[in-house]
């Protein structure tokens, strides 16, 4: 008896530090988060109208380049919903990455503190670039309602799914790129230069899959991006039923570059803070 009272004493105990560290964890998330809003949207005038104005710009380069070549919409669907909808969920996939990517290196004087870690300062970008991207995408889709065009959002909660699968990927891929940049500083050009516009071209931006040449397509189809442009929009239209997106390989891609993200950041952290 007196055996299993103190297992259970050590048990309580433990899932009380854990908590307790979890707590923790969660206030300096909260903390670098409100701080990095500070620094990135607080200090200059136009501050938070940048993130709006950015996407806004492409898709309406976009929208008046395929305006004038072609009178139909495609795929049946609104034009200017169609192109909101891939920029924006694409911009899920791809600010977290580039947001998260210096994170380390930008933070050297707040790993001196004890309670933050290399996983909370790179967390707490990518927390607020994702959050950023989803008020964007409601604003924006809000304002083109409102301006006349037509918004209807099919089925929500898939679009919310397809949206996860942006984050997670986005995530993943930060979370790769911020632990190998200290050591590799050139990772990020590549990241920018090699990797994101090859992406920013074949992931179905302005385009769906069904419009391709069939080899050029079977080609783009190994992009997990183009998959989760061709699940969102089949998501949130009603007049598209994409035929080549799979929730699968997606997934798998997602959640896959998550882990290996989170793996390669614990193999690297301590190298990560050390280097100059």
């Known amino acids: 008896m007196t055996a299993l009272s103190s297992g259970i004493a050590d048990n309580s105990i433990t899932v009380k530090k854990v908590l307790g560290a979890l707590v923790t964890q969660v206030r300096v998330i909260n903390a670098l988060v409100l701080r990095e809003t500070k620094t990135r949207y607080g200090n200059y005038k136009i501050g938070f109208l940048w993130a709006l104005i950015e996407p806004l710009v492409g898709v309406s380069v976009f929208v008046a380049i395929f305006a004038n070549l072609r009178n139909d919409n495609p795929g049946g669907m609104p034009l200017v919903t169609f192109m909101l909808v891939g920029f924006i969920c694409y911009g899920l996939f791809r600010d977290p990455w580039n947001s998260m990517q210096g994170a380390i290196s930008n933070s050297r004087n707040l790993l001196t503190f004890p309670q933050v870690t290399t996983f909370d300062v790179i967390m707490s970008r990518?927390?607020?670039?994702?959050?950023?991207?989803?008020f964007v995408l409601g604003f924006l889709l809000y304002m083109a309602y409102l301006a006349g065009f037509e918004v209807r959002c099919e089925r929500p909660l898939g679009?919310?799914?397809?949206?996860?699968?942006?984050?997670?990927?986005?995530?993943?891929?930060?979370f790769l790129f911020a632990s190998l940049e200290p050591m590799v500083p050139s990772v990020k050009q590549f990241g920018s230069q090699v990797l994101g516009r090859p992406l920013?071209?074949?992931?179905?931006?302005?385009y769906t899959a069904d419009t391709l040449p069939p080899p050029i397509?079977?080609?783009l189809l190994y992009n997990p991006v183009l998959h989760m442009i061709e699940l969102v929009r089949g998501e949130f239209f009603h007049e598209?039923?994409?035929?080549?997106?799979?929730w699968f390989y997606a997934s798998m891609w997602a959640f896959t570059t998550l882990v290996v993200g989170l793996l390669a950041h614990q193999a690297m952290h301590k190298r990560a803070i050390v280097t100059k």
């Not at 919310?160 to 891929?173: D, H, P, R, T």
């Not at 598209?240 to 799979?246: I, K, N, P, Q, W």
Request: hydrophobic residues 50%; negative net charge.
């Open 240 to 246: 598209f039923e994409t035929m080549h997106g799979s």
């Open 126 to 134: 990518g927390i607020l670039q994702v959050l950023v991207s989803f």
């Open 159 to 174: 679009v919310l799914m397809a949206c996860g699968l942006f984050c997670v990927l986005g995530l993943g891929m930060g």
């Open 200 to 206: 920013y071209f074949s992931s179905g931006l302005f």
């Open 217 to 219: 397509r079977e080609y």
